[in-house]
Protein backbone atom coordinates (compact mmCIF):
# COMPACT_ATOMS: atom_id res chain seq x y z
CA UNK A 1 0.00 0.00 0.00
CA UNK A 2 0.96 3.23 -1.05
CA UNK A 3 0.92 5.81 2.45
CA UNK A 4 0.47 9.28 0.85
CA UNK A 5 -2.66 11.57 1.74
CA UNK A 6 -3.86 10.94 -1.92
CA UNK A 7 -3.93 7.52 -1.51
CA UNK A 8 -5.58 7.74 1.94
CA UNK A 9 -8.07 9.77 0.02
CA UNK A 10 -9.37 7.64 -2.71
CA UNK A 11 -10.32 4.99 -0.18
CA UNK A 12 -13.59 3.76 -0.34
CA UNK A 13 -15.62 1.04 1.22
CA UNK A 14 -18.19 -0.79 -0.05
CA UNK A 15 -22.15 -0.84 1.63
CA UNK A 16 -24.40 -2.84 1.98
CA UNK A 17 -27.62 -0.74 2.80
CA UNK A 18 -26.77 1.81 5.42
CA UNK A 19 -23.55 -0.62 6.45
CA UNK A 20 -20.22 -0.85 5.11
CA UNK A 21 -18.69 -3.75 4.64
CA UNK A 22 -16.61 -4.87 7.89
CA UNK A 23 -14.25 -7.12 6.24
CA UNK A 24 -12.90 -4.15 3.72
CA UNK A 25 -12.34 -1.71 6.44
CA UNK A 26 -10.42 -4.35 8.40
CA UNK A 27 -8.54 -5.49 5.59
CA UNK A 28 -7.66 -1.85 4.69
CA UNK A 29 -6.65 -1.49 8.35
CA UNK A 30 -4.54 -4.43 8.41
CA UNK A 31 -2.66 -3.04 5.12
CA UNK A 32 -2.20 0.32 6.84
CA UNK A 33 -0.61 -1.67 9.51
CA UNK A 34 1.46 -3.64 7.51
CA UNK A 35 2.93 0.10 5.78
CA UNK A 36 3.44 1.85 9.27
CA UNK A 37 5.50 -0.95 10.39
CA UNK A 38 7.26 -1.23 6.89
CA UNK A 39 8.08 2.60 7.34
CA UNK A 40 9.35 1.92 11.38
CA UNK A 41 11.30 -0.59 10.02
CA UNK A 42 13.05 1.13 7.36
CA UNK A 43 13.59 4.08 9.44
CA UNK A 44 15.24 1.69 11.69
CA UNK A 45 17.61 0.53 8.93
CA UNK A 46 18.69 4.18 8.14
CA UNK A 47 19.26 4.76 11.79
CA UNK A 48 21.60 1.93 11.96
CA UNK A 49 23.34 3.05 8.56
CA UNK A 50 24.08 6.39 10.31
CA UNK A 51 25.64 4.94 13.07
CA UNK A 52 27.62 2.35 11.16
CA UNK A 53 28.92 4.89 8.83
CA UNK A 54 29.30 7.81 11.46
CA UNK A 55 31.98 4.62 13.00
CA UNK A 56 33.63 3.80 9.85
CA UNK A 57 34.26 7.69 9.87
CA UNK A 58 36.12 7.88 12.89
CA UNK A 59 38.10 4.54 12.29
CA UNK A 60 39.23 6.03 8.88
CA UNK A 61 39.86 8.96 10.39
CA UNK A 62 42.22 7.51 13.09
CA UNK A 63 43.63 5.26 10.39
CA UNK A 64 44.73 8.51 8.21
CA UNK A 65 46.01 10.31 11.28
CA UNK A 66 48.08 7.48 12.51
CA UNK A 67 49.70 7.08 8.82
CA UNK A 68 50.46 10.69 8.83
CA UNK A 69 51.68 10.26 12.37
CA UNK A 70 54.05 7.39 11.15
CA UNK A 71 55.33 8.72 7.76
CA UNK A 72 56.16 11.86 9.64
CA UNK A 73 58.21 10.15 11.82
CA UNK A 74 60.15 8.58 8.97
CA UNK A 75 60.65 12.23 7.70
CA UNK A 76 61.72 13.36 10.98
CA UNK A 77 58.74 15.39 10.75
CA UNK A 78 56.43 16.46 13.52
CA UNK A 79 53.66 17.91 11.78
CA UNK A 80 51.07 15.80 9.44
CA UNK A 81 51.92 15.76 5.66
CA UNK A 82 49.75 18.25 3.27
CA UNK A 83 48.79 15.54 1.25
CA UNK A 84 47.18 14.06 4.11
CA UNK A 85 46.04 16.94 5.49
CA UNK A 86 44.19 17.56 2.04
CA UNK A 87 43.04 14.00 2.06
CA UNK A 88 41.58 14.09 5.68
CA UNK A 89 39.40 16.76 4.60
CA UNK A 90 37.99 15.27 1.35
CA UNK A 91 37.39 12.70 3.71
CA UNK A 92 35.47 14.34 6.53
CA UNK A 93 33.47 16.45 3.49
CA UNK A 94 32.72 13.60 2.33
CA UNK A 95 31.51 12.06 5.50
CA UNK A 96 29.38 15.51 6.21
CA UNK A 97 27.86 15.98 2.96
CA UNK A 98 26.42 11.94 3.87
CA UNK A 99 25.37 12.58 6.97
CA UNK A 100 23.56 15.48 5.90
CA UNK A 101 21.70 13.59 2.83
CA UNK A 102 20.77 10.92 5.08
CA UNK A 103 19.54 13.29 7.89
CA UNK A 104 17.19 14.97 4.68
CA UNK A 105 16.18 11.28 4.01
CA UNK A 106 15.43 10.90 8.10
CA UNK A 107 13.45 14.27 8.32
CA UNK A 108 11.13 13.48 4.88
CA UNK A 109 10.40 10.07 6.52
CA UNK A 110 9.63 11.73 9.75
CA UNK A 111 7.56 14.20 7.93
CA UNK A 112 5.77 10.74 5.45
CA UNK A 113 5.11 8.95 8.90
CA UNK A 114 3.62 11.85 10.22
CA UNK A 115 1.50 12.74 7.49
CA UNK A 116 0.63 9.13 7.17
CA UNK A 117 -0.29 9.20 11.10
CA UNK A 118 -2.59 12.37 10.16
CA UNK A 119 -4.19 11.08 7.55
CA UNK A 120 -5.18 7.89 9.25
CA UNK A 121 -6.44 9.60 12.26
CA UNK A 122 -8.40 11.94 10.33
CA UNK A 123 -9.80 8.51 8.19
CA UNK A 124 -10.82 6.68 11.43
CA UNK A 125 -12.39 10.15 12.71
CA UNK A 126 -14.37 10.24 10.07
CA UNK A 127 -15.45 6.75 10.50
CA UNK A 128 -16.16 7.39 14.29
CA UNK A 129 -18.15 9.68 13.07
CA UNK A 130 -20.44 7.46 11.26
CA UNK A 131 -23.44 5.84 13.47
CA UNK A 132 -23.35 2.47 13.54
CA UNK A 133 -26.61 2.85 11.17
CA UNK A 134 -24.47 4.59 9.07
CA UNK A 135 -22.04 2.05 8.85
CA UNK A 136 -24.22 -1.04 8.55
Given at each position: ?????KA???V???SR???Y??????????????SVD?????Q?E???EV?????????L?????????E?GS?RGD???L?RG??I?????Q??D???????Q??R???????AV??DAK???N????F???Q?L
Open positions: MELSKLEEAFHGRWRGDEVDAFLEELMVQAEREALRQKNLKSQTAKKETLQSREEYLKHPTERCRELEERELIAEIKLRFREEFRERDELLRLEQSSDL
